[in-house]
């Protein structure tokens, strides 16, 4: 089946601290994923993205790694601060289709 | 810098009415798609629209649901008649292509289902 699953449904971090944030996904096939961040009554925003030929992107204090042989999609977060605070969520697109498949997400907590 | 609009914010109605979600997508964008988030679920696929006509539909869409295209800047979601469990964030996104690009979503309508 295809699915996309959260470790850690509560991420609590020091303010400066570098956050990790871990997906797994079932789908060996996908080949895009995508790292949103939702903040409480707005839609999910874009953060970063990654294909299934990379296994590393940097954005602006933010990284994703992909490691496809055991499936797992990590969103780093480098010097958290406060406006970090919301859920993260993951998505992988299923090959030769348009939807997003999402995972639970994970809730960011960043500690004054 | 663009970004995916919905109207209202917010829409309260009684079960078995008619609701109609509007959505105004980044203006260079070809490809629709509206999701759902029951309140503390994920994000779920509703269906995605190209060219005029829908692309792919998940089990979720069925015969109540309707997406439309009216004019050159609006996609609209329409519930026929409204059950409880349709109660949830609804977000319109647009994309440029295809599954391997980015979807930016608007901020989503919260129907509440009485």
């Known amino acids: 089946g295809e699915s996309v699953g959260l470790h850690l449904p509560t991420l609590s971090v020091q303010e400066g601290d570098n956050s990790i944030i871990n997906c797994a996904y079932s789908?060996?096939?996908?080949?895009?994923f995508i790292w949103y961040k939702q903040e409480s009554g707005k839609g999910p925003q874009f953060i970063i993205d990654i294909r299934s030929n990379m296994d590393k992107r940097q954005g602006q204090r933010v990284t994703v790694l992909l490691n496809k042989t055991v499936k797992h999609l990590s969103l780093q977060i480098a010097a958290t601060q406060p406006g970090d605070s919301a859920v993260y969520f993951c998505?992988?697109?299923?090959?030769?289709?348009?939807?997003?498949?999402f995972g639970t997400g994970t809730r960011l907590k960043v500690l004054a | 810098e663009p970004e995916v609009t919905q109207t209202p914010s917010h829409q309260v109605t009684q079960m078995g009415q008619e609701v109609i979600l509007r959505c105004v997508p980044i203006s260079n964008h070809l490809y629709f798609y509206w999701y759902r988030q029951i309140l503390g679920q994920k994000v779920e696929f509703l269906v995605s629209f190209y060219n005029n006509e829908i692309s792919e539909k998940s089990e979720i869409f069925d015969d109540q649901f309707s997406v439309e295209r009216p004019d050159g800047s609006n996609f609209t979601l329409k519930i026929r008649s409204t059950k409880l469990e349709d109660s949830a964030m609804y977000f319109c996104?647009?994309?440029?292509?295809?599954?391997?690009?980015?979807?930016?979503f608007g901020p989503g309508t919260r129907l509440t289902v009485l």
């Open positions: 996104a647009s994309g440029r292509g295809t599954s391997t690009d980015t979807q930016y």
């Open positions: 789908n060996s096939a996908s080949d895009y």
């Open positions: 998505a992988e697109t299923d090959p030769g289709t348009y939807k997003y498949i």
